[in-house]
């Protein structure tokens, strides 16, 4: 693959004094996209043109589909072997070959190519680079559907390196992809073997359609009757184009790909799937679709209705979009997975949007698993990150629970950095980690740890203190009752488990008052509750349930080490001297 993807990013050597390394992109991707189906269409041209004689429109869609299962067609006369028969020809030829598509091929467009078109003629490098071009053979006999998405990949990600830009921002690496994959999958894997399996899979952050590829790879490595049918949305348009495109490649059907903000306009809104996955980006603001989040959120069971997160970071909007795009229980049910950095963990305190969110999902039972990932996973990042696994119709087993698994151990180092990504999670690790998921309560307690929803619960109560007058009284108000001193007021979280309550929320006052009478009164007697501000509040300390205590060395050890290093000093000084 990398011998094929560095000959077509070697073309790009055409390019250079016309372009600068950045816009390269621009003319290499939509240029192989071109050719890959060019390559496609070639058994079937004769047989398209002849249908484009008898039909137009939707009739030739139809007739198309029918006689050589293809979802596109192309009824120009042109091809990359007639194009170069005509070098003066070439830009105009071009255009007419990529205008006689059909209208569900609007990829061309979105990469502006009929801009680099006129670029490259006007420089005269346009049938230089359509003739190495057509010295590439794409056909999937040639070159799979998995060995394309590669392609896609690999050129998507020289053209981020070379713009300086954050390849993570367009795909995310396929180690992750393919262990949130089998985490999905792994409650289905009976259903999932049956001769006609028909499932769908959705991605609202789509990107160039790597978790989409995966996912079907995947699926059909297991059963080569399933059918899996992709959906995806994405918000760029190269991405967009290039997904597509690879969508169209794979026989799915191409209006399944949607371009547009997925949380200001669900292209799929009155959809529902049986697997959903995302990795959304990361501390990136929301402010351009506010307007319609925050209209969205004043409907109740809206997609929103449940807490908004800061302006500053649009993360947690994506968690709660793929808790309401998983296929409802009494129609099966659905599984989502979705890739999240630490903050939506525990950012936070009771009360405020991130907080209601969490205490949605669990009290509603969503969160079936979260899996922490070793640091250093992802291209443009090398900060902690997490998979959260979703499900809305858990196994008996697992109802009423949520397993924490611990895989930042379970790295391996690559070879060579891409990126901030030097590490990845082999076959072994993660079959490591499904087989943690798998055993559930009987797993290795170091690496697995399963809590209910109440473990994550606390309630933070708002605690005064009388204001004194200048002779050290309190001072009351009308009613007798005492006026607080704000400079003194201070909250305590108090756990919904704290003094072994069982009851959740249900045991609420008397574990306050325990709590009260046992953390507060013994240090400020005077003090009281004001119930009026007490706040439900959840957060899921991961870190802290696998912190493994190690004790310092022996001052012994320090004292013999502090005594070798001054020994050195001392002579290095004595050389001074000398």
Same mark, same amino acid.
């Given at each position: ?14 390019? $250079? ?17 071109? !050719?890959?189906?060019? /390559? ?6 004769? #047989? ?39 070098? #003066? ?52 006999? $040639? ?29 995310? @690496? ?16 009976? +259903? ?20 989409? =590829? ?28 290039? /997904? ?31 697997? /959903? ?10 402010? +351009? =679709? ?6 969205? %959120? ?21 968690? /709660?979009?793929?808790? =309401?795009?998983?296929? %409802? @229980?009494?129609?099966?049910?659905? $599984? ?21 969110? !969490? ?57 060579? =950095? ?24 009987? %797993? ?47 909250? #305590? ?33 005077? %003090? ?51």
């Amino acid at each position: 693959m990398s011998k094929l993807g560095n000959f077509v990013w070697g073309i790009a050597d055409q390019l $250079r004094g016309v372009y600068k390394p950045h816009q390269y992109g621009g003319v290499i991707l939509p240029f192989t996209i071109l !050719r890959r189906l060019d /390559c496609i269409l070639e058994p079937h041209r004769d #047989e398209i043109r002849s249908l484009a004689e008898q039909y137009d429109g939707g009739a030739l869609d139809v007739q198309v589909r029918r006689k050589t299962g293809l979802s596109f067609y192309n009824t120009s006369p042109f091809d990359f072997t007639t194009l170069l028969e005509d070098p #003066e020809g070439v830009q105009a030829n071009l255009m007419d070959y990529i205008t006689g598509f059909s209208a569900n091929i609007d990829v061309f467009e979105r990469f502006k190519f009929e801009n680099e078109l006129a670029t490259l003629d006007e420089k005269n490098r346009l049938y230089l680079v359509t003739s190495q071009f057509a010295e590439v053979d794409l056909h999937p006999d $040639r070159v799979p559907n998995a060995e394309m998405g590669d392609l896609f990949e690999h050129l998507i990600y020289k053209f981020a390196e070379a713009s300086n830009e954050e390849a993570g921002e367009h795909y995310t @690496p396929r180690d992750a992809i393919r262990l949130m994959v089998d985490l999905l999958f792994a409650e289905e894997n009976i +259903a999932l073997l049956e001769p006609g399996t028909v499932r769908t899979i959705y991605d609202p952050t789509a990107g160039t359609g790597g978790m989409l =590829s995966v996912a079907e790879e995947r699926l059909l490595e297991r059963n080569p009757d399933a059918r899996l049918r992709l959906y995806g949305q994405e918000i760029n348009d190269q991405s967009y184009a290039i /997904c597509k495109s690879d969508m169209i490649a794979k026989g799915q059907d191409v209006d399944n790909i949607r371009l547009g903000d997925t949380l200001s306009d669900d292209q799929f809104f009155d959809r529902t799937f049986d697997f /959903c996955m995302s990795n959304p980006p990361y501390g990136v603001d929301w402010k +351009a =679709s506010a307007e319609a989040v925050k209209k969205e %959120a004043l409907a109740p069971n809206s997609r929103f209705s449940h807490g908004l997160p800061s302006i500053g970071d649009g993360q947690m909007l994506f968690l /709660c979009h793929l808790a =309401s795009k998983m296929r %409802a @229980p009494h129609d099966g049910g659905g $599984r989502a997975g979705i890739v999240l950095n630490g903050s939506p963990l525990f950012t936070g305190a009771a009360g405020s949007g991130p907080s209601q969110i !969490r205490k949605w999902l669990l009290e509603s039972d969503l969160v079936e698993a979260i899996i922490a990932l070793p640091t250093n996973m992802f291209f443009n990042t090398g900060i902690a990150t997490y998979i959260w696994i979703l499900d809305n119709t858990k196994q008996p087993e697992r109802q009423g629970k949520i397993q924490l698994i611990d895989a930042t151990s379970f790295w391996t180092k690559m070879r060579k =950095s891409l990126g901030a990504k030097n590490r990845e999670l082999d076959a072994d690790a993660r079959d490591r980690i499904l087989a943690l998921y798998d055993a559930l309560d009987d %797993a290795d307690p170091d690496y697995s740890k399963v809590f209910t929803a109440d473990d994550f619960g606390y309630w933070t109560i708002t605690v005064e203190r009388p204001l004194l007058d200048d002779d050290g009284n309190p001072v009351t108000d009308r009613r007798g009752n005492p006026k607080p001193d704000t400079k003194k007021r201070d909250t #305590e979280n108090i756990p919904f488990t704290y003094g072994g309550n069982t009851q959740g929320q249900h045991g609420r006052d008397a574990t306050i008052a325990q709590y009260f009478h046992t953390e507060v009164l013994p240090h400020v007697p005077d %003090a009281w509750i004001d119930e009026k501000k007490t706040k439900v509040g959840y957060e899921i300390p991961f870190t802290r349930h696998f912190y493994k205590y190690i004790p310092p060395r022996p001052l012994v050890e320090i004292d013999a080490d502090l005594n070798k290093q001054v020994a050195k000093i001392m002579d290095l000084l004595r050389e001074v001297e000398g």
